[in-house]
């Protein structure tokens, strides 16, 4: 069977990870016979993409989908949800219903990315990415069978990527162990200087990501007895090549961070690159202690990790090739696709949807997060423009 899908995503970014898991999810699926990809805005786009990519609103969707006579609509939920509802408020206007598929890419339940009670009601289904957001127990009043896990696998082309760059561009061992990570930069813990301070020389780190940086500046800026490298963003050969060159991947993430299973993760791995890992439970789904990680119990322990890897050569290199075994072996695309084509099938041959109530308790968190948020900008634009009047 073929499907042809408009897919929704609030903000097209090449280099964002829910944006390529999108397009992994299409170049990878065979059975996508047609697709357009509507957005509100781009960030970073492909010239490839021209024509597939479409800034607009609500009714711009409605009309596409019926013009072009589309099957589904598959929305993924990152940051943001204004599509969504515009979407939704244009379908209730002219009593349309089409199918809908909702992918979750982040952790359900952080505050400023929860889950709309518009997107669970008028998702004809919903997918979490890794378990920890399908237990998610403030979501356990979503039926089963609404509700599925499906992990996000690496696409051929992402993975010819980090194998071209394992053979053109080969790691280079240095006098030094070189630490790094690769994030946004809003998920580097406050402490992560205070971690790096206890690791044992010789020692550098590598920070790559987009964000806020000024913090990291000072923090950096008052070390002078090692070396610590800030990047911004990179495209994605650049980014695989500054990954190939660390020793360790230090991935240390705060408690509540907002991570799923975490592609950059996985990118470490698939490059043989020996993780030690501190954070939520979301990440760990990849990893197994002592045979393709190392899992830090608490703060305290990442700095011993650290110290027992740097010294153990042979330990590095059999966890790095155990890292890359099971991420192919656990999250193959292949499987991904399997288990989405199963779902645009049922979605297109029973068309059902799943009337419940929403829970009260969840209706007053939701809005109540949702007016703190908007509180605080309006408090963070209302300051930054009696700065600016004093400039």
Same mark, same amino acid.
């Given at each position: ?6 897919? =929704? ?17 299409? !170049? ?10 509507? =957005?509100? /805005?781009?960030?970073? +786009? ?10 607009? !609103? &609500? ?9 072009? !006579? ?21 379908? =209730? ?30 998702? +004809? ?27 996000? &696998? ?13 053979? +053109?561009?080969? #790691? ?6 070189? *630490? ?5 930069? /809003? ?10 301070? !206890? ?21 950096? +800026?008052?070390?002078?007895? #090692? ?23 230090? *991935?240390?993430?705060? @408690? ?9 993760? &996985?990118?470490?791995? @698939? ?5 030690? #890992?501190?954070?939520?439970e979301a990440p760990k789904e990849r990893l197994i202690h002592g045979y393709n990680s190392l899992i830090a119990n608490n703060k305290e322990e990442i700095s011993v990790l650290c ?20 991420? @192919? ?11 989405? /084509? ?24 939701? #809005?109540?997060?949702?007016? *703190?948020?908007? @509180?605080k900008r309006k408090l963070f634009d209302f300051v930054k423009k009696i700065m600016l009047k004093k400039l």
């Amino acid at each position: 069977m073929s499907y042809k899908i408009i897919f =929704c995503i609030e903000t097209f970014n090449v280099g964002g990870g829910a944006t390529i898991a999108l397009m992994s999810l299409i !170049k990878n699926n065979p059975e996508i016979k047609d697709y357009v990809i509507f =957005c509100r /805005n781009i960030i970073r +786009n492909e010239r490839t993409l021209e024509g597939k990519i479409i800034v607009g !609103k &609500g009714n711009d969707i409605l009309s596409f989908f019926q013009r072009k !006579k589309f099957d589904l609509i598959h929305w993924f939920k990152a940051n943001g949800n204004c599509l969504f509802e515009d979407l939704i408020k244009e379908m =209730c206007k002219y009593e349309w219903r089409f199918p809908i598929l909702t992918t979750i890419c982040q952790k359900p339940s952080c505050k400023s990315l929860l889950l709309s009670p518009c997107e669970i009601r008028y998702s +004809n289904h919903l997918v979490f990415i890794d378990k920890a957001a399908y237990n998610d127990a403030l979501f356990q009043f979503i039926p089963n069978s609404k509700k599925s896990m499906i992990y996000f &696998g690496f696409g051929w082309d992402l993975l010819e990527v980090i194998d071209k760059v394992r053979k +053109n561009t080969p #790691y280079v061992k240095t006098n030094q162990i070189i *630490y790094g990570r690769g994030s946004s930069l /809003n998920k580097c813990p406050k402490d992560m200087f205070d971690v790096f301070d !206890k690791i044992n020389y010789p020692k550098s780190f590598i920070i790559v990501g987009g964000g806020k940086k000024q913090w990291i500046i000072r923090e950096i +800026n008052k070390r002078k007895k #090692y070396s610590v490298k800030l990047i911004d963003n990179l495209r994605y050969e650049e980014w695989i090549k500054v990954l190939n060159s660390f020793d360790v991947f230090l *991935y240390y993430l705060p @408690l509540k961070a907002y991570s799923s299973i975490d592609g950059t993760l &996985g990118e470490a791995m @698939l490059l043989q690159k020996p993780v030690i #890992y501190y954070g939520p439970e979301a990440p760990k789904e990849r990893l197994i202690h002592g045979y393709n990680s190392l899992i830090a119990n608490n703060k305290e322990e990442i700095s011993v990790l650290c110290n027992k890897l740097a010294k153990d050569e042979e330990m590095r290199l059999q966890l790095g090739l155990k890292a890359r075994e099971t991420t @192919l072996e656990n999250f193959s695309i292949e499987t991904t696709i399997d288990a989405y /084509n199963i779902l645009y099938n049922k979605l297109l041959t029973k068309k059902e949807f799943i009337h419940f109530d929403m829970p009260f308790f969840y209706l007053c968190h939701y #809005y109540m997060c949702k007016q *703190y948020f908007l @509180l605080k900008r309006k408090l963070f634009d209302f300051v930054k423009k009696i700065m600016l009047k004093k400039l």
